[in-house]
């Protein structure tokens, strides 16, 4: 089982839509998780961050996490083209020191 | 120079060659990391700083050396490369160690080795 999975897509959403991206993780110890954008040729960009249970909202992007399911999810909200890019879950687990990506889901916002 | 950069951004190096890239950050951080994305394959940690101490080396081979002078700067030293080793290696930094730190990465280096 891999430890952090993610669906390679491509997800495809309309433009003004919500794209829904998933990310479940084998280490129920894990308590930290971010997301990462990244457009081809590109370094990873940090966009959101979430460590207790619920909702976190920031402008479009809302990060959901359930530790108990051990899934983490990512909203966009009002998706624009602008916003076509690989989307990467990251876990961070071994005490603190290693944070574990998924492959990252695809994502195209289409006009 | 804000965040962290990273050179060269482009780097083609023979097998026999010796290399190194560097990795610098200008956020006051503590902790900073060398990671390695190959195509297809998620990003894999290769190691980790914390105030110039080495504190995770995720069994990486050793034609890979890092260095580590000081909390702002990083180098990663490259010799007897192989072609597999070509990739995209990023640099990132974090306010320390532990729970609740945020990593920034740098642009990358891109690397192919012939």
């Known amino acids: 089982q891999k430890e952090v999975e993610q669906n390679s897509g491509p997800l495809s959403v309309p433009e003004g839509a919500i794209a829904s991206l998933n990310c479940t993780y084998s280490d129920r110890g894990s308590q930290s998780f971010f997301w990462y954008r990244q457009y081809s040729g590109k370094s990873p960009e940090l966009i959101m961050s979430i460590y207790s249970n619920g909702d976190k909202e920031d402008g479009r992007f809302t990060a959901q996490l359930n530790k108990a399911s051990q899934y983490v999810s990512l909203l966009i909200r009002d998706s624009q083209p602008s916003d076509s890019a690989t989307y990467l879950c990251?876990?961070?687990?071994?005490?603190?020191?290693?944070?574990?990506f998924g492959t990252g889901t695809q994502l195209k916002v289409e006009l | 120079e804000t965040g962290v950069t990273q050179t060269p951004r482009h780097l083609v190096m023979g097998m026999t060659n010796k290399k190194s890239l560097k990795c610098e950050q200008h956020?006051?951080?503590?902790?900073m990391y060398w990671y390695k994305q190959s195509a297809k394959k998620p990003l894999e940690l290769m190691f980790v700083?914390?105030?110039?101490?080495?504190?995770e080396n995720n069994s990486v081979p050793s034609r890979f050396s890092p260095e580590c002078p000081n909390s702002s700067h990083l180098f990663l030293h490259l010799h007897t490369l192989q072609p597999e080793d070509s990739a995209l290696y990023l640099c990132?930094?974090?306010?320390?160690?532990?729970?609740?730190?945020?990593?920034?990465f740098g642009p990358g280096t891109r690397l192919t080795v012939t």
């Open positions: 990251a876990v961070l687990t071994g005490g603190g020191n290693k944070l574990t």
């Open positions: 990132a930094s974090s306010q320390g160690l532990g729970l609740n730190y945020e990593q920034y």
């Open positions: 700083y914390s105030l110039e101490e080495r504190v």
């Open positions: 956020l006051g951080h503590n902790a």
